[in-house]
């Protein structure tokens, strides 16, 4: 988005209302194909939705709706296949161009930046960001959420949202955009009666204006409610489109479901008698986080769902079984008490947890097949700690004839294996721990149709074996054909209990939705008072931290009063002048979730390029280039390796930094090149005791804060350090902003050097090598989250001053140069801590 | 990326792309190359010279590659390394402490210090990055204390033996062989160290499978701390009299060994064997370029591009392989 009209907003404003044709085509998806390795996701999907029309499209997980969207917005590219938005072909699989053909979509997983405002998440979402948008942006976004009676202050920050209300800024987004095609991938969720009510109305609206709605739901009634025309689609092909009013709810389920139940499932307990007396797992009072007062006991052999609209406390009640999430209340496995809260405790009791996030929790991807399943029972393939590599592999192939894995061997890399047979590897793991209790979260999520009944017979195999299992699924068909028992939770409660024949899929979602409707919302984050929200700032930590320097001063300085003499406290500030530049330079990095160890030696570097022009006779200006050049090139080459080739920003900027060093070294191996009176003179200059020096740098800072908030290379910088994949989706060049940040950074380590060659009057490269240390001290000590996204630069400034002061301590109070080195190290490590304790507080 | 995995020659993917085999092939190569381009700088007396100087950066190395495999970097390796040096020289001749105390102290005390930089690392969630940045002054400014800025001279057992020879070969490559089999058979070989690699590759499918993380994490600081505490003693009694500061240098050496050895800075799966052979080629080349007559800050600059190549290179493989393997499979469904 370079130019200064964004390109949607002008792709949309060339789309006059009255130029759609009602019922003219406005997302045609014509011969989709997309394969994964061995699956194959969509076949030859042909999808048409009219201008004017609510189209759903329904379907069980995995059946290819989420895929289809994707290929529809551009997020991917279809093997096969065209995709045409109001009559105009997609040319490449861009989301940018999808959007300029207007296509706004709303994915279950919003794209929201975390650590930026409600007001400036919309303005990036409508490409809003340049300055006087972003001035305006509060009070334009406030207008666009107000409708929807959400309590949503477009000051607060999207991490300090509820998700319902995270959700309707994400609708509220697109809705900004006046697109053509709007695409809502399972809306409803996280939203109550009313909010629906209020989001179909806002529909309606749209439609009558000849706009086109997608509607992914697995919810039919609403469906039915909503929708002109129903598509349907099952193992990535479409089973057919119709007239909503054509077809009743029974007719989409059997095409939904397109099989028979009962052939698919083992038999339940009751049946094959395989329920045992033994109460194997209790609960009583358990409460955490999203979950409240929660009772539940399984017998041995007995299969338990746990059902609901998803977001109702069920992964945090499961999670807390398996002692992942923490929970306070009584447990109990085999009569025995388990400590909560500790996954250590839980899994000697013998829990086995099965995730739902199977690549991030459930597998190692580099590892092996045969690796993946002795992972947890490495005691049964070793002798004395020692472990035999033929133990591993007797184990693992039996494990893989007898749960039917498909693999080349037991020495593959996991990560080759289609997401059915990954999680049959995952089974086989649980399995060989010979679990108590068998937790197991959405276990057949993205897992292929005849690996789904593998896994059913793997599960009711576990149980009839003894283990007491407990399964969280959204698939009720799943529950239905599985679980001998279902409770279904609502706002954190069990709300209702299905036992026996009562156990369908109909009960199961009527029980879901019915305690929906009773969810009434205590508005979710009440408004914070003034102090509490101001404390979870940014700006928080710069007055702690002034309120700690003006203490230390008063210490210092009633031991030794020479402390406030007009001379030392000049000193401190004409310290700090350097800090705050060097600071302020590692927080533009540090903003954007990058990290820059090579500022000091690049100040060094600058000093000893300076020391050979800016002396007596030399030219200050040709030396002053040099020096720029120097910090360009060096910005350029770090931002320029780790976006174009994304290397680890660590290692590429400590690479550079030592390359540098030599480089220095070569150039001037000893101190030499007295620096000139002409500008040492000028860098002096004071009004009163305070250096101006050090009044420009603060300026600087401010110029910086300044900029963060209000231009499009603040808020860009943030969102990437934010959310890089969020903002990659909202079509922010974040390889761009990366290496402008880098570069950015290397210039502000420019003025650093000037102030340092001045304070030490000789090409000397050695004192500027520990201020890539004192940047990161200053940064830590700013409070600034070292994961991106969050600071102020007006915490640096303070930080600065507050570093300057300490570095001078030891020599007022006469302590010995060790301290120079403990202190910066104590406060940095220890301020670290600090903040890290803070908001984990603030989290909780 | 997984099928990659299976199409393209699996013996140039694991040389290229992540796998150890490569740097020994290329230290083989450097070895070869040796004589031709500097005569001499194979001769008994340059090998010799050099080797006990690989096995300080190799057995530093090894604490690093522990780090690493947990998704950390260690900038604390100048401190520890100083650290362990003051300990081990100056407790004897400022402390009047025995030689054998000293030494003892020079691998508990780096031990204890890593075990603080884990705890902080892992009980309180702080990046490592800035936890062992900080830590890395706090040692140096101990060392201050220790030797009141004044280096001391290693004890004379010390300097004997590490000095000294069993046969033809220097004791302290002995020592840095035993280090490395040690370390590398736990890590290849026992619970211990499967358990670390898994932490490694994911801690929250460790966590998920009920494996005690933050104690094994901790541990692997702590395990680095007295490797670095190894190195130093070594060093302090080969070269006698070190300067404070010594280990400034050895900061870059460990990690581009680290890298050279194919551990993927992402964690997982520690190659520690190739880490000493990597250790190995960087001392070689550093000696190779003395010999040819390169000044010692060229040397930073030679090393810091050879760190950047092989990172590149290792980041340029599986992505060209990738973009193959993607025409090949889109050739297949049209």
Redesign the interface.
């Known amino acids: 988005m370079s130019s200064p009209t964004s390109p949607l907003t002008a792709a949309i404003a060339l789309l006059p209302e009255d130029e759609i044709v009602p019922g003219s085509s406005a997302l045609a998806l014509t011969g989709i ?1 997309r ?1 994964f ?2 699956v194959t996701a969509l076949a030859d999907v042909g999808l048409d939705v009219r201008a004017g029309e609510v189209h759903a499209l329904v379907g069980e997980n995995g059946a290819g709706k989420s895929t289809l969207m994707a290929v529809a917005s551009g997020a991917l590219a279809p ?2 296949g065209e995709v045409v938005i109001g009559g105009r072909r997609l040319t490449s699989a861009s989301p940018d161009e999808a959007r300029g053909l207007g296509l706004a979509i709303v994915r279950q997983d919003p794209a929201l930046l975390p650590d930026l405002t409600v007001a400036e998440n919309l303005a990036i979402g409508v490409g809003q960001t340049r300055r006087g948008g972003l001035k305006r942006a509060p009070r334009w976004a406030q207008e666009h959420l107000d409708p929807w009676q959400m309590g949503i202050d477009a000051r607060s920050r999207v991490s300090d949202l509820s998700v319902e209300q995270r959700f309707v800024v994400e609708i509220a987004k697109a809705l900004a955009l006046k697109p053509r095609v709007l695409v809502l991938d399972e809306p409803t969720e996280h939203l109550n009666n009313d909010e629906v009510q209020r989001l179909f109305r806002r529909v309606r609206e749209l439609t009558a204006a000849q706009a086109a709605v997608v509607y992914i739901s697995h919810r039919i009634p609403e469906v039915k409610e909503i929708a002109d025309r129903i598509t349907v689609l099952r193992d990535g092909r479409v089973r057919g489109t119709f007239e909503a009013d054509d077809v009743s709810e029974s007719q989409i389920i059997e095409l939904v479901v397109g099989r028979a139940l009962d052939t698919v499932f083992p038999p339940k307990s009751a049946e094959a008698g395989s329920l045992r007396e033994e109460e194997r797992l209790a609960v009583r009072g358990l409460s955490g986080r999203h979950f409240h007062d929660i009772s539940l006991s399984v017998k041995s052999g007995e299969i338990i769902g746990i059902a609901g609209v998803q977001g109702n406390g069920q992964e945090e009640l499961i999670r807390a079984l ?3 999430e923490p929970a306070t209340g009584a447990m109990e496995i085999g009569g025995r008490p388990v400590k909560l809260g500790s ?2 405790a ?3 009791a013998g829990a ?2 099965v ?1 739902s ?1 199977r690549h ?8 092996t097949v045969g ?1 993946n399943i002795v ?2 029972t ?2 049964r393939v ?1 002798r004395g ?3 035999s590599d033929r133990a591993i592999e007797e184990v693992s192939r039996e494990q893989i004839a007898r749960q039917a894995i498909k693999t ?1 061997s037991d020495r ?2 996991i ?3 289609s997401g059915g047979n990954q999680q049959k590897v995952v089974l086989a793991r649980t399995l060989l721990a010979e679990p108590r209790v068998l937790l197991a979260e959405e276990p057949t999520q993205g897992v292929d149709a005849g690996a789904r009944v593998d896994i059913y017979t793997i599960l009711r195999g576990a149980a009839d074996d003894g283990a007491a299992v407990v399964i969280l699924s959204s698939d009720g068909v799943e529950l239905e054909g599985l679980c001998d028992r279902v409770v279904i939770m609502s706002r954190g409660h069990i709300v209702a209990e299905l036992e026996g024949d009562a156990v369908t899929e109909a009960e199961i979602a009527r029980a879901a939705l019915t305690s929906t409707t009773m969810r009434t919302r205590e508005d979710a984050t009440p408004r914070a008072s003034r102090l509490r929200s101001w404390l979870r700032g940014d700006h928080s930590p710069a007055a702690v931290l002034g309120l700690v320097a003006l203490l230390l001063a008063a210490f210092v300085g009633l031991n030794n009063p020479a402390y406030f003499s007009p001379f030392s406290l000049g000193n401190i500030l004409f310290a700090a002048s350097m800090l705050i530049f060097i600071g302020s330079a590692q927080q533009v990095v540090v903003m954007g979730s990058g ?1 820059d160890l090579s500022v000091g030696p690049l100040l060094s570097l600058l000093v000893v390029i300076a020391s050979f022009h800016v002396v007596e006779g030399g030219s200050i200006l040709v030396g002053l280039v040099l020096m720029v050049i120097a910090a360009l090139a060096v910005g350029f080459v770090n931002g320029f ?1 780790i976006t174009r ?4 920003p ?3 900027t ?3 930094a ?2 540098l ?6 150039i001037r ?1 000893t101190p030499g090149g007295i620096i000139t009176s002409d500008v040492t003179s000028v860098i002096f200059t004071k009004i009163g005791f305070v250096p101006v020096i050090t009044l420009v740098a603060i300026a600087v800072a401010l110029g910086l804060e300044w900029a963060l908030r209000r231009t499009r290379w603040g808020v860009e910088l943030r969102a990437v350090g934010s959310r890089r994949d969020a903002a990659l989706r909202l079509g922010i060049n974040a390889n761009r902003v990366t290496l402008v940040s880098y570069v950015v950074t290397s210039l502000l380590v420019m003025p650093t050097a000037v102030i340092l060659m001045s304070q030490i009057g000789i090409g000397d490269g050695r004192p500027g090598l520990s201020f890539t ?1 004192s940047s ?2 200053v940064l ?1 000590l700013a409070g600034a989250s ?2 991106g996204g969050r600071g102020s630069f007006i915490g640096i400034i303070v930080a600065a001053i507050l570093v300057a002061q300490i570095l001078g301590v030891p020599t007022f109070l006469g302590l ?7 202190l ?3 406060i ?2 220890g301020a ?2 600090l903040y ?2 803070l908001r ?1 507080i603030r989290k909780s | 990326m997984s099928t990659v995995d299976m199409k393209m020659d699996p013996r140039w993917k694991r040389l290229l792309s992540g796998g150890s085999g490569a740097i020994w092939i290329a230290t083989i190569a450097l070895f070869a190359a040796s004589p031709l381009v500097a005569s001499g700088s194979l001769s008994e007396a340059a090998v010799l010279g050099m080797l006990p100087f690989a096995a300080v950066l190799a057995i530093a190395a090894i604490g690093q590659t522990l780090v690493v495999q947990q998704r950390g970097l260690d900038l604390s390796v100048p401190g520890m390394l100083a650290f362990g040096a003051a300990l081990v020289s100056g407790l004897p001749q400022w402390y009047g402490w025995a030689p054998e105390l000293a030494i003892a102290a020079a691998i508990v005390l780096p031990a204890i210090a890593g075990l603080i930089n884990g705890v902080i690392i892992t009980r309180f969630g702080v990046m490592p990055l800035v936890v062992t940045l900080g830590m890395n002054v706090i040692l140096l400014g101990t060392v201050f204390a220790i030797s009141s800025g004044t280096p001391a001279g290693s004890p004379a057992v010390l300097a004997q033996f590490a000095k000294g020879k069993l046969g033809l070969v220097p004791n302290a490559v002995i020592v840095a062989v035993v280090v490395i089999g040690v370390a590398g058979f736990i890590a290849h070989r026992s619970i211990v160290g499967r358990r670390l690699t898994a932490i490694g590759v994911s801690e929250r499918a460790a966590t998920a499978l009920g494996i005690r993380v933050t104690l094994y994490q901790t541990m692997a600081y702590a395990l680095a701390g007295a490797a670095y505490g190894v190195a130093s003693i070594l060093y302090t009694g080969y070269v006698t009299t070190p300067p404070l500061f010594f280990g400034d240098s050895y900061l870059l050496p460990t990690v581009a060994a680290v890298v050279l050895g194919g551990t993927a800075l992402t964690g997982g799966r520690a190659a520690l064997v190739s880490t000493g052979v990597a250790a190995l080629f960087l001392t070689q080349l550093g000696q190779l370029l003395r010999a040819v007559g390169w000044p010692e800050p060229l040397q930073l600059v030679a090393q810091a591009s050879v760190l950047l190549a092989v990172v590149l290179l290792r980041e340029l493989v599986p992505s060209i392989a990738r973009a193959v393997a993607e025409r090949r499979r889109l050739a297949v469904a049209s």
Do not use: C
Request: net charge neutral; no cysteine; glycine share 12%.
């Open positions: 194909t394969t390795p061995g093997d096969i398996a002692g992942i996954h250590v839980a899994a000697k086995v947890y995730p996030d991030g929790e459930g597998v190692f991807l580099p590892l690796e992972m947890k490495l005691r070793s700690g020692i472990i080349p593959t890399a990560s080759s294996l990290f390796l080739f994304s290397l680890n660590i290692v590429v400590l690479a550079i030592l390359g060093q030599g480089t220095l070294f070569l191996s240390l990161v001290t830590v070292i994961f010995s140069g060790a301290w120079g080195y403990w910066p190290g104590v940095t490590v670290a801590v890290a304790q984990r």
